[in-house]
């Protein structure tokens, strides 16, 4: 059963406007939150996280917001870039281990 | 350090044969990761060690699926007899604990 999903198969921006990515999780233990982004033919690569004691992580064009309430996080991209272009997936982990447990993930496209 | 290594990158079997795919972790990485890749489910944890010990293998699929850690620097996944419905890209990944996790490029297997 998925413990982490992301119901937007897709997602279509203009370059320059804003991306929004969201991610819903189930498990309130979870307690540790990231987003990677892969690019066809390649791994995984880290991109963000955030820790539940934190409600928003800033990194540069990338922000994640978390509200625990309602076990919801988003990705913003500001302002998106057509090499944004790959497919994002949103993955939490709980104290007990260090499993991470992923979304189906988000294609995300920006047209030039 | 060259990051999380996996071979082979594609591997093509025909149903019934033994398949085996190997990872080699980030130097220094306590955990390791094994996941599979489906349009259906995203990213599937299928089990992860720590210290070289299996800590959940709950996500193997079947009997079939089995891996080994032997040593810090190396794993195996394999799969006895092989089906199609095996065939996915699989991920290898290393972590430190509560730190995310470094993806290999991933093997995609086609069993026909």
Sequence with gaps: ?112 | DAGVIQSPRHEVTEMGQEVTLRCKPISGHDYLFWYRQTMMRGLELLIYFNNNVPIDDSGMPEDRFSAKMPNASFSTLKIQPSEPRDSAVYFCASSFYNTEAFFGQGTRLTVV
Aim: hydrophobic fraction near 30%; glycine fraction near 8%; charged fraction near 15%.
């Design chain 1, 1 to 112: 059963d998925q413990q982490v999903k992301q119901n937007s198969p897709s997602l279509s921006v203009q370059e320059g406007r804003i991306s929004i990515l969201n991610c819903d999780y189930t498990n309130s233990m979870f307690d540790y939150f990231l987003w990677y982004k892969k690019y066809p033919a390649e791994g995984p690569t880290f991109l963000i996280s955030i820790s539940s004691i934190k409600d928003k992580n800033e990194d540069g064009r990338f922000t994640v917001f978390l509200n625990k309430s309602a076990k919801h996080l988003s990705l913003h991209i500001v302002p998106s870039q057509p090499g944004d272009s790959a497919v994002y997936f949103c993955a939490a982990s709980g104290r007990t281990g260090n499993q991470f447990y992923f979304g189906t993930g988000t294609s995300l496209t920006v047209i030039p």
